[in-house]
Structures are given as C-alpha cells and as structure tokens.
C-alpha cells in the first residue's frame, strides 16, 4: 500500500517538474500528470537498468536524469494529444 502511494506521489513530482521544462501549456489533468511520471520513473528505472547504472555509490544522478527525461518525454507527447482530443 505504502509502495503504490510512494510511486503515486513520485510520479505527480516528476511530472510536476516535467510540466515546467516543457514550454507552453499542458493542458493535461493532474491525474494524467501523475501517471506519466509514474511511467516516466519506471521507464527510467528500466533504462537505468539496462545500461547499468541503476545502483550506484552515493546518489543516482544518472537514474533520476533518465526519469525525468521520460517524463518530460510522454508529457510532451501525450499533452498536445489530449489536448486536440478535448478541442474536437
């Protein structure tokens, strides 16, 4: 339980965060914020994983780059979609 909430607010902070690098407005709800940054971290993590730098010594700097990225990624694609869904 404790788990789902942990990855449920890490991902509405990553997105938060990806929804201001991103220019413009992202017209996109907070839930969607939240589960784009949750998918994000856990691409992030995968990614991580398989170049080899998911656990490292001190802070994984690399691994939280890599989150980011994918959720500054899927805001950028997934907000101008709902967006010209929600316009129709």
């Known amino acids: 339980m404790f788990q789902l909430l942990w990855i449920l607010l890490i991902g509405f902070v990553l997105g938060v965060i990806a929804?201001?690098?991103l220019r413009g407005p992202q017209a996109i709800p907070w839930w969607l914020t939240m589960l784009l940054g949750a998918a994000g971290a856990w691409?992030?993590?995968?990614?991580?994983g398989w170049i080899g730098v998911r656990h490292?010594?001190?802070?994984?700097?690399?691994?939280?780059?890599?989150?980011?990225?994918?959720?500054v990624g899927l805001i950028g694609i997934v907000a101008p979609a709902w967006s010209s869904r929600r316009s129709r």
Do not use: E
Request: glycine fraction near 8%; aromatic fraction near 8%.
């Open 19 to 21: 929804k201001l690098i």
């Open 43 to 48: 691409l992030g993590n995968a990614v991580a």
């Open 56 to 71: 490292t010594s001190g802070i994984d700097w690399i691994r939280h780059l890599l989150q980011l990225a994918f959720a």
